[in-house]
């Protein structure tokens, strides 16, 4: 049994398949049917309105409608699309057992305990038919797939079979007015529309079960009395044939497969048993520990078949349907009913070999697993789970193709796998001594060796290596050298597919797939949902592949797509081109034609071959969402402008990619105030001060546009914007633009229009506006408020701007290789000139007219007839926009105009010149270089514990660089400073960095440690010599002497170094015990050469 997918629910009394889709209904015995994908393992729906356990359902073949019969007396039909019941019917007296729908009519059976059956129409929701005459609980009824038949079994101990002939004349065929009078006195005396056919009699005991076979006439029944019938009829009668005995209980189920000659049986004893339908023996028994099954359901197209138990349901199949293939060159050799076969590609020739000997037992699972072919010696390995494992080796004359009568002795063997591995060897793995077994094809070893892993199974992996399959990782293994070549984590593999150049691999698991080269290095892994079937390399090195119900591809980068889906599962064995060969479940070879220009155009991105993508571009029809998408993650949006229509598409991967001038076109098109706003963020963030008043002028915000002009240098627009605020009534905006421009006597102007009088005057008064201030005082009488304390305060006013900006300077871009593709849309945005962004406003958008007339909610009010605008002049009058002469600065510009920066060609900074031209570890951590300085000193002095040199290192680097201040909110500068500089040295020539250590400083060092020493401080003294030698191994000296003199330097400090720990030890101990005393003498002689002969006397 190959369990596909399994439950944990109640108790499951009724199953159904669907007939197409990978779909089963589950009815429990709570009164809940569930709908299941099995394939995905996934609950689609749920249906609850039956009371009681529901014992039937079943789906129709061609409606989105199922039907259910409960323990509540009624039959519901539901829609599974709306998850609604439509109607009820009524008209049981006792608990429905099985309900089911006709292939061909609108009729459903029903059988109950109220020992009747009876047959519905759906579609007038009436009963048309009662089958009386069993005289005890009906257990289940269902229809004869071809004939108008159908088939009861009945506790009475019988199974009856009924003709509904007359049911479907009357039903289908017409009648005119003397044949309905007759109908109508047949249905109010007695009707004959069924009748019994046949009475099957042998059972002694209730039958629980009785099925028809779905193209011969046979029945099969289980009953009470634990065996299970088999029974035949023609025309005339029906007899028993053979009765089937193993069950240990009450037989639940029994029914035939769909596909293959069997008959497969549940009952209570907690087993499920399969029969060999011409032969009537058991074939095999599969048992649960605690689970009794009560049904079983077989789908009508496909080998699976679905059982209920106590605590849920199973899906399995009985045996693998994959068939053993082998691909060599032009040619897959393959098995098929018990031969073996051969299929060439290029003339699609199909030739029958030889016959392959038959197992010996009957039992299921014997079909050939696996097969490897020979070419040069055209010898053929098959191997298959017969006896636990063996192989057949056949040696094929050339001359015995296509004749079926030719059957060579095969030579046998026993192993888990086998393979070719040369010309005329074979490695066969001996499991259970993990050893392979080197034969030759007279099936003698020529030599027996070890595998270093614990091996499931081999592969070929190349002339004289094999692939290793262990637990949680694959292995390549040399037979002749005994080396591993190559290890990687890859858990249960199941299948491997090398590429034809043997230079890549696919390893195939149940959920994933991982890509290796053929050291089995790594390079991307896929992960699928559903189960991996098979896979191919086509000749471009994309990985083409199968699962349940699609073919999909995987680039060599790990991006995988769906090329299209499967009704049914098929097993790819080579790809050519768009051409895909596979072979299908039942043998069959297949070409299946492809569309494979996304992955095609994928790859070629991928690789970088952009002329390549320019051709696909323009000839081929690649679009879609997916393809888009795909730009947009791999960085190339404006790629992704070239298939998109959508103007909301194409905004958004605009300003993805930079290009303002078709995010602005499309802007316009959508004429969307979030548009709008986000094309002023992204020309903002690109410096674009034209885009972004446009932008703020289409959506009116005069707060961004008011502070926008602030921050160029406009202050005239300013005062202009504080006019519109004004004729708006927005007093806040008018008062912020006043402030901008520094205006006294606009907000003292703007606070006494608003009525803040006392604000009003403060404000005069403390700027020194007498005259304003004095006219308020008056107003205000005795609510004059105090003016504050001034004495050491100043007036606060807006700095000048010393220029205008315009657009950020640009830097000039090459043209990319997609640039010269753009389509007639893409030019004709390219294309489009805005005007200056000094400029006008839009007139649709803005309607302003003057400053003396008021904007209200889009509606001009005139309040003076002064001041006619000029609509040639724009949005501005002329007043406002007299500028003064710049002529060295250039006017803000929309993209069209925008002046070009040619930026200068980059050096190459100082740092990376001293890395280059120094091997000396204290010039690399100067220049920040702390990776290769570390490594430097590891190499050089074997240093290996680098904590203590990080602050040397930070000193170091700091100490040969100085730090300027630019302009506010500008980065602080950093200059490296060089050993040497001066102003006549070439500017191509430089030196080595300034180094804040030198000899000097280690002589001043070491003279204060000396006097630490002598004053006893022995930690200070401690701290300084190991301070000298953490800086010793990052100075930079300049001669012979020098060098000399720092290995000198060093075995002083390391003799001081070496005393004092030892000092310091011994007054540790000194102090625990008195015996340590002569060892203390000791040690104080063996201080004596170094100086500090003395220290135990302080």
Same mark, same amino acid.
């Given at each position: 049994?190959?369990?596909?997918?399994?439950?944990?629910?109640?108790?499951?009394?009724?199953?159904?398949?669907?007939?197409?889709?990978?779909?089963?209904?589950?009815?429990?015995? +709570?009164?809940?049917?569930?709908?299941?994908?099995?394939?995905?393992?996934?609950?689609?729906?749920?249906?609850? $309105?039956?009371?009681?356990?529901?014992?039937?359902?079943?789906?129709?073949? *061609?409606?989105?409608?199922?039907? +259910?019969?409960?323990?509540?007396?009624?039959?519901?039909?539901?829609?599974?699309?709306?998850?609604?019941?439509?109607?009820?019917?009524?008209?049981?007296?006792?608990?429905?057992?099985?309900?089911?729908?006709?292939?061909? /009519?609108? #009729?459903?059976? +029903?059988?109950?305990?109220?020992?009747?059956?009876?047959?519905? @129409?759906?579609?007038?929701?009436?009963?048309?038919?009662?089958?009386?005459?069993?005289?005890?609980?009906?257990?289940?009824?269902?229809?004869?797939?071809?004939?108008?038949? %159908?088939?009861?079994?009945?506790?009475?101990? *019988?199974?009856?079979?009924?003709?509904?002939?007359?049911?479907?004349?009357?039903?289908?065929?017409?009648?005119?007015?003397?044949?309905?009078?007759?109908?109508?006195?047949?249905?109010?005396?007695?009707?004959?529309?069924?009748?019994?056919?046949?009475?099957?009699?042998?059972?002694?005991?209730?039958?629980? #079960?009785?099925?028809?076979?779905?193209?011969?006439?046979?029945?099969?029944?289980?009953?009470?009395?634990?065996?299970?019938?088999?029974?035949?009829?023609?025309?005339?009668?029906?007899?028993?044939?053979?009765?089937?005995?193993?069950?240990?209980?009450?037989?639940?189920?029994?029914?035939?497969?769909?596909?293959?000659?069997?008959?497969?049986?549940?009952?209570?004893?907690?087993?499920?048993?399969?029969?060999?339908?011409?032969?009537?023996?058991?074939?095999?028994?599969?048992?649960?520990?605690?689970?009794?099954? #009560?049904?079983?359901?077989?789908?009508?197209?496909?080998?699976?078949?679905?059982?209920?138990?106590?605590?849920?349901?199973?899906?399995?199949?009985?045996?693998?349907?994959?068939?053993?293939?082998?691909?060599?060159?032009?040619?897959?050799? /393959?098995?098929?009913?018990?031969?073996?076969?051969?299929?060439?590609?290029?003339?699609?020739?199909?030739?029958?070999?030889?016959?392959?000997?038959?197992?010996?037992?009957?039992?299921?699972?014997?079909?050939?697993?696996?097969?490897?072919?020979?070419?040069?010696?055209?010898?053929?390995?098959?191997?298959?789970?017969?006896?636990?494992?063996?192989?057949?080796?056949?040696?094929?004359?050339?001359?015995?193709?296509?004749?079926?009568?030719?059957?060579?002795?095969?030579?046998?063997?026993?192993?888990?796998?086998?393979?070719?591995?040369?010309?005329?060897?074979?490695?066969?793995?001996?499991?259970?001594?993990? @050893?392979?077994?080197?034969?030759?094809?007279?099936?003698?070893?020529?030599?027996?060796?070890?595998?270093?892993?614990?091996?499931?199974?081999?592969?070929?992996?190349?002339?004289?290596?094999?692939?290793?399959?262990?637990?949680?990782?694959?292995?390549?293994?040399?037979?002749?050298?005994?080396?591993?070549?190559?290890?990687?984590?890859?858990?249960?593999?199941?299948?491997?597919?090398?590429?034809?150049?043997?230079?890549?691999?696919?390893?195939?698991?149940?959920?994933?797939?991982?890509?290796?080269?053929?050291?089995?290095?790594?390079?991307?892994?896929?992960?699928?949902?559903?189960?991996?079937?098979?896979?191919?390399?086509?000749? @471009?090195? %994309?990985?083409?592949?199968?699962?349940?119900?699609?073919?999909?591809?995987?680039?060599?980068?790990?991006?995988?797509?769906?090329?299209?889906?499967?009704?049914?599962?098929?097993?790819?064995?080579?790809?050519?081109?768009?051409?895909?060969?596979?072979?299908?479940?039942?043998?069959?070879?297949?070409?299946?034609?492809?569309?494979?220009?996304?992955?095609?155009?994928?790859?070629?991105?991928?690789?970088?071959?952009?002329?390549?993508?320019?051709?696909?571009?323009?000839?081929?029809?690649?679009?879609?969402?997916?393809?888009?998408?795909?730009?947009?993650?791999?960085?190339?949006?404006?790629?992704?402008?070239?298939? %998109?229509?959508?103007?909301?598409? !194409?905004?958004?991967?605009?300003?993805?990619?930079? @290009?303002?001038?078709?995010?602005?076109?499309?802007?316009?098109?959508?004429?969307?105030?979030?548009?709008?706003?986000?094309?002023?963020?992204?020309?903002?963030?690109?410096?674009?001060?034209?885009?972004?008043?446009?932008?703020?002028?289409?959506?009116?915000?005069?707060?961004?546009?008011?502070?926008? /002009?602030?921050?160029?240098?406009?202050?005239?627009?300013?005062?202009?914007?504080?006019?519109?605020?004004?004729?708006?009534?927005?007093?806040?905006?008018?008062?912020?633009?006043?402030?901008?421009?520094?205006?006294?006597?606009? !907000?003292?102007?703007?606070?006494?229009?608003?009525?803040?009088?006392?604000?009003?005057?403060?404000?005069?008064?403390?700027?020194?506006?007498?005259?304003?201030?004095?006219?308020?005082?008056?107003?205000?009488?005795?609510?004059?408020?105090?003016?504050?304390?001034?004495?050491?305060?100043?007036?606060?006013?807006?700095?000048?701007?010393?220029?205008?900006?315009?657009?950020?300077?640009?830097?000039?871009?090459?043209?990319?290789?997609?640039?010269?593709?753009?389509?007639?849309?893409?030019?004709?945005?390219?294309?489009?000139?805005?005007?200056?962004?000094?400029?006008?406003?839009?007139?649709?958008?803005?309607?302003?007219?003057?400053?003396?007339?008021?904007?209200?909610?889009?509606?001009?009010?005139?309040?003076?007839?002064?001041?006619?605008?000029?609509?040639?002049?724009?949005?501005?009058?002329?007043?406002?926009?007299?500028?003064?002469?710049?002529?060295?600065?250039?006017?803000?510009?929309?993209?069209?105009?925008?002046?070009?920066?040619?930026?200068?060609?980059?050096?190459?900074?100082?740092?990376?010149?001293?890395?280059?031209?120094?091997?000396?570890?204290?010039?690399?951590?100067?220049?920040?270089?702390?990776?290769?300085?570390?490594?430097?000193?590891?190499?050089?002095?074997?240093?290996?514990?680098?904590?203590?040199?990080?602050?040397?290192?930070?000193?170091?680097?700091?100490?040969?660089?100085?730090?300027?201040?630019?302009?506010?909110?500008?980065?602080?500068?950093?200059?490296?400073?060089?050993?040497?500089?001066?102003?006549?040295?070439?500017?191509?020539?430089?030196?080595?960095?300034?180094?804040?250590?030198?000899?000097?400083?280690?002589?001043?060092?070491?003279?204060?440690?000396?006097?630490?020493?002598? $004053?006893?401080?022995? &930690?200070?003294?401690?701290?300084?010599?190991?301070?000298?030698?953490?800086?010793?191994?990052?100075?930079?000296?300049?001669?012979?002497?020098? %060098?000399?003199?720092?290995?000198?330097?060093?075995?002083?400090?390391?003799?001081?170094?070496?005393?004092?720990?030892?000092?310091?030890?011994?007054?540790?101990?000194?102090?625990?015990?008195?015996?340590?005393?002569?060892?203390?003498?000791?040690?104080?002689?063996?201080?004596? &050469?170094?100086?500090?002969?003395?220290?135990?006397?302080?």
């Amino acid at each position: 049994m190959l369990t596909k997918f399994e439950t944990k629910s109640n108790r499951v009394k009724g199953l159904a398949f669907h007939p197409r889709r990978p779909w089963i209904l589950a009815s429990l015995h +709570s009164g809940v049917i569930q709908m299941w994908d099995y394939r995905m393992g996934t609950l689609l729906d749920r249906f609850d $309105e039956h009371d009681g356990p529901v014992r039937g359902v079943h789906f129709h073949a *061609t409606q989105p409608l199922f039907v +259910s019969g409960g323990d509540d007396y009624k039959i519901k039909v539901w829609n599974y699309k709306t998850h609604r019941c439509l109607f009820t019917l009524h008209g049981h007296l006792d608990y429905i057992r099985t309900v089911q729908f006709h292939a061909e /009519y609108p #009729w459903i059976v +029903s059988a109950s305990d109220d020992q009747t059956i009876r047959i519905w @129409n759906w579609q007038s929701r009436t009963c048309v038919a009662v089958l009386t005459g069993h005289n005890h609980y009906v257990m289940c009824a269902s229809f004869h797939p071809e004939e108008d038949l %159908v088939v009861s079994a009945s506790l009475d101990q *019988t199974v009856r079979v009924w003709d509904i002939g007359a049911l479907r004349k009357k039903s289908v065929s017409p009648a005119d007015d003397i044949m309905r009078l007759t109908q109508m006195n047949t249905d109010l005396f007695g009707g004959i529309d069924a009748v019994v056919k046949y009475v099957l009699e042998g059972h002694d005991r209730g039958v629980n #079960w009785a099925s028809f076979h779905p193209t011969l006439p046979l029945i099969v029944s289980g009953a009470d009395d634990r065996q299970v019938k088999l029974w035949r009829m023609n025309d005339t009668k029906a007899w028993e044939v053979d009765t089937l005995r193993g069950h240990m209980n009450n037989v639940s189920c029994a029914m035939f497969h769909a596909k293959q000659d069997i008959i497969v049986s549940n009952s209570e004893d907690k087993s499920i048993r399969i029969w060999d339908a011409t032969k009537r023996t058991g074939i095999q028994t599969f048992r649960r520990e605690h689970d009794r099954f #009560w049904i079983l359901a077989a789908h009508p197209e496909m080998n699976l078949l679905a059982a209920g138990h106590d605590s849920g349901m199973i899906v399995f199949k009985l045996e693998r349907e994959r068939p053993a293939f082998s691909v060599s060159g032009d040619t897959v050799f /393959y098995v098929k009913d018990r031969f073996l076969r051969y299929y060439e590609y290029s003339t699609q020739k199909e030739v029958q070999v030889a016959p392959i000997r038959r197992p010996g037992t009957v039992s299921l699972n014997q079909s050939p697993r696996t097969l490897s072919y020979s070419p040069t010696e055209n010898a053929i390995l098959i191997c298959s789970d017969v006896d636990g494992g063996s192989y057949e080796l056949y040696i094929v004359p050339k001359d015995s193709a296509g004749r079926s009568d030719y059957l060579q002795e095969a030579r046998k063997g026993a192993g888990s796998s086998a393979v070719f591995i040369a010309r005329n060897r074979f490695a066969v793995l001996e499991k259970s001594s993990n @050893n392979v077994l080197v034969k030759n094809l007279k099936n003698e070893i020529v030599k027996k060796t070890p595998l270093p892993v614990a091996t499931d199974a081999i592969y070929y992996a190349g002339t004289g290596n094999i692939l290793c399959k262990a637990e949680d990782r694959v292995v390549i293994f040399d037979l002749q050298q005994r080396l591993v070549l190559g290890e990687l984590q890859a858990p249960t593999v199941k299948y491997v597919v090398w590429s034809s150049d043997m230079e890549s691999v696919a390893l195939l698991s149940k959920h994933a797939i991982i890509i290796a080269n053929k050291k089995l290095v790594h390079r991307c892994t896929l992960h699928e949902t559903i189960r991996v079937k098979s896979g191919a390399w086509d000749e @471009n090195g %994309v990985f083409i592949y199968t699962t349940l119900n699609h073919i999909k591809y995987c680039l060599p980068n790990g991006d995988s797509g769906i090329i299209r889906t499967l009704d049914v599962p098929i097993y790819i064995t080579r790809v050519i081109g768009n051409i895909i060969f596979c072979i299908d479940r039942d043998g069959k070879n297949k070409l299946v034609t492809v569309d494979a220009s996304e992955y095609i155009f994928k790859l070629a991105l991928f690789r970088k071959r952009y002329d390549h993508v320019m051709s696909m571009i323009k000839n081929s029809q690649l679009c879609g969402q997916a393809v888009i998408s795909y730009l947009q993650q791999k960085g190339f949006p404006e790629v992704a402008l070239h298939f %998109v229509k959508d103007e909301k598409t !194409r905004f958004n991967l605009a300003l993805e990619s930079g @290009n303002i001038q078709i995010a602005v076109a499309s802007a316009k098109e959508l004429d969307d105030k979030d548009h709008w706003y986000r094309l002023g963020i992204e020309a903002l963030r690109q410096g674009n001060v034209g885009i972004v008043e446009y932008a703020y002028q289409r959506t009116k915000n005069f707060d961004r546009l008011a502070f926008l /002009y602030l921050i160029t240098g406009y202050l005239d627009k300013v005062g202009f914007m504080c006019k519109i605020a004004g004729q708006n009534n927005n007093f806040m905006g008018q008062f912020h633009n006043a402030l901008y421009l520094g205006d006294v006597r606009k !907000r003292v102007e703007i606070l006494e229009n608003t009525g803040q009088l006392a604000l009003a005057y403060v404000t005069a008064a403390t700027h020194g506006l007498t005259e304003i201030a004095d006219r308020l005082a008056a107003e205000l009488g005795e609510n004059i408020p105090s003016l504050p304390d001034g004495k050491a305060s100043s007036l606060l006013i807006p700095p000048a701007p010393l220029m205008s900006c315009s657009d950020w300077p640009l830097l000039r871009v090459m043209r990319g290789i997609f640039d010269a593709g753009l389509d007639a849309t893409g030019r004709a945005d390219q294309d489009e000139d805005y005007d200056d962004a000094g400029g006008d406003w839009g007139d649709e958008d803005l309607e302003i007219v003057d400053v003396n007339n008021v904007v209200e909610n889009g509606d001009v009010v005139d309040h003076s007839e002064e001041d006619e605008v000029n609509e040639e002049e724009g949005g501005w009058d002329l007043e406002d926009l007299e500028l003064p002469p710049e002529t060295e600065t250039p006017k803000a510009a929309g993209p069209a105009r925008s002046a070009l920066f040619v930026a200068p060609t980059p050096g190459m900074p100082v740092s990376q010149i001293w890395t280059q031209k120094s091997s000396l570890a204290g010039e690399h951590a100067a220049a920040g270089n702390f990776d290769t300085a570390m490594r430097l000193l590891s190499r050089q002095l074997g240093i290996k514990n680098f904590a203590p040199l990080k602050p040397l290192f930070l000193d170091a680097h700091m100490g040969s660089h100085t730090f300027l201040r630019a302009f506010t909110s500008a980065p602080v500068i950093s200059v490296a400073v060089e050993k040497g500089w001066s102003e006549s040295a070439s500017p191509n020539v430089r030196g080595p960095p300034a180094l804040v250590f030198n000899f000097s400083q280690m002589d001043d060092k070491l003279k204060a440690a000396y006097k630490a020493t002598t $004053e006893g401080k022995f &930690p200070e003294a401690l701290r300084q010599f190991l301070s000298i030698l953490h800086t010793i191994p990052l100075l930079v000296v300049d001669s012979r002497r020098e %060098v000399d003199e720092v290995k000198e330097l060093i075995v002083i400090v390391r003799e001081y170094v070496l005393g004092l720990k030892m000092e310091r030890t011994l007054r540790g101990c000194f102090w625990r015990t008195a015996l340590m005393r002569p060892s203390r003498r000791r040690l104080a002689r063996l201080c004596r &050469p170094v100086g500090i002969g003395k220290m135990g006397a302080s």
